[in-house]
């Protein structure tokens, strides 16, 4: 794959803007390689993902706006669940929204639902 400049590879990928919070970006990168140069280009190392199916982390986005990334490697909707599960427990945790066992965590359940409602369309693209 042809080097691109980051904020293309950035810009190229479906992202929207926290729900409710607005406290951040979430990104979504189906390619392994777009992920890595996009990350090298922010100089990021991001050396777990050969191999992996998916992975979520949090980071300064290309415009220095927060930014918490997900990649889904083999289009399964199941992993894209799995990822989003943990950005949304790092949304909550960064707006210090509690996540309690005995709670209803219908903030958390809105903003899964809602961030998943989004990108599973852009996910669908890739079958």
Known sequence: MEEQNSENLWDMQPSLLVPLFKCGRVYLFTDRQVLMQAA?????????????????????????????VLGVFNASVTTLVHELAHVTFNIMARVGVPVNEHDANETFCYMQGELLDYFIPHLSEEL
Not at 40 to 57: F, P, Q, T, Y
Request: aromatic share 10%; proline share 3%; no cysteine.
């Open 40 to 68: 090298r280009a922010l100089d990021i190392d991001w050396d777990d993902l050969e191999g992996s199916i998916g992975v979520s982390r949090q980071i300064a986005g290309p415009d220095g706006e927060y930014a918490f």
